[in-house]
């Protein structure tokens, strides 16, 4: 007992010296090492969780939501007896292909139940012109009986809602990144849907009508942290839906962004959106990048998919115009709107 008791400060001088031996890693030129594969999967969505006001909640009730999301998860794979209903939304994925995440967010040890942590509801402070354009937008995608009127997602040309962003966001399955760096340069392999943002550091703004789908980024380096500003977003990311969040970004909204190697096993990650035809207020959010398991492969899209001739074919059967469309899209809202199990009022806690 009495060498266990002489031993115990040995031991915690040693426990101190490990804990600060980590130090940031660095690249061959000297900038902070952020490469590797990279995860945000997590079930706390963009905006605040209806029926929860705080952003940090106790370790209970992480664990009430975490326990909450897995039975509904696993609920999407009891599919009622008989036929399903004809004109119905009747769900797209069983549980086998979604990879959403199992935990809630936390940002530096806090449990979190938004993104967003400015404003202090968790809600994007739309100004009218942003609200009139989310909706009328919003409105607008569901009126998809030709191949242009797909969502971007569904074309393949990005990814569903802003998972390549920026900000980059979450959502239901392929939540990996790739970060490559040269000397001048930072590349993110966006696995959903493979798409490449290509950082410029200390770079001029390309020509204002250049406008890439992830928008024009140009980053310089404050100390250990990698920071970013994005503009110049092409007109069509302009909404940016999934089941997970919706979010409108406006064409010549500023998004900056803050990417900082906290640990071996994680990245901070913070950014702020600005634009003040489309937000009452800058508004920012946080995120955790964690290390992920394995290689990121090719996001094959629509190679051998014949899907789209169906979609096509149950628009047009329907009938998309008019009196019945609207009708139709009130009765049997989208699913990006209406998923019990996965769309962001699944942790309502006043139904």
């Known amino acids: 007992m009495k060498a266990l008791i002489l031993a115990l400060p040995f031991m915690l001088f040693a426990s101190l010296a490990t804990a600060q031996t980590w130090e940031t890693p660095r690249m061959p030129w000297g900038d902070p090492d952020l490469q590797g594969a990279w995860t945000s999967a997590t079930i706390t969505s963009l905006q605040r969780m209806d029926g929860i006001r705080e952003l940090v909640i106790?370790?209970?009730?992480?664990?009430?939501?975490?326990?909450?999301?897995?039975?509904?998860?696993?609920?999407?794979?009891?599919?009622?007896?008989?036929?399903?209903?004809?004109?119905k939304v009747v769900g797209g994925y069983n549980s086998v292909w979604l990879d959403p995440g199992t935990r809630l967010l936390r940002v530096k040890g806090e449990p979190r139940t938004s993104i967003i942590v400015d404003p202090k509801n968790g809600k994007v402070p739309y100004t009218i012109t942003g609200w009139f354009k989310y909706w009328w937008t919003l409105i607008k995608t569901q009126k998809r009986n030709n191949p242009e009127e797909q969502l971007n997602g569904d074309r393949c040309v990005v990814g569903f809602g802003s998972t390549g962003g920026p900000p980059m966001l979450p959502v239901l399955y392929n939540n990996n990144y790739k970060f490559v760096q040269s000397p001048g340069q930072v590349m993110i392999l966006v696995e959903m849907n493979h798409a490449v943002r290509t950082i410029r550091i200390d770079s001029a703004p390309l020509p204002e009508q250049i406008r890439p789908w992830l928008g024009d980024s140009i980053g310089h380096w404050e100390g250990d942290t990698l920071v970013v500003e994005t503009t110049q977003f092409h007109p069509q990311q302009s909404f940016r839906g999934a089941i997970k969040h919706q979010l409108y970004v406006g064409k010549n909204s500023k998004v900056t962004e803050r990417f900082t190697r906290i640990g071996e096993q994680e990245i901070h990650y913070a950014f702020a959106v600005d634009d003040d035809k489309i937000y009452r207020q800058p508004w920012r959010g946080e995120l955790t990048f964690r290390p992920s398991n394995g290689q990121i492969y090719e996001y094959a899209c629509h190679e051998g998919n014949y899907g789209l001739t169906n979609i096509l074919a149950g628009e047009r059967e329907q009938g998309v115009n008019g009196i019945r469309w609207i009708y139709g899209l009130i009765t049997n809202p989208a699913e990006e709107i209406s998923h019990e199990q996965l769309s962001p009022s699944r942790f309502d806690r006043k139904k």
């Open 58 to 87: 106790s370790e209970e009730e992480v664990r009430e939501l975490e326990q909450l999301d897995a039975e509904l998860l696993a609920e999407i794979d009891n599919l009622p007896a008989g036929n399903l209903p004809v004109g």
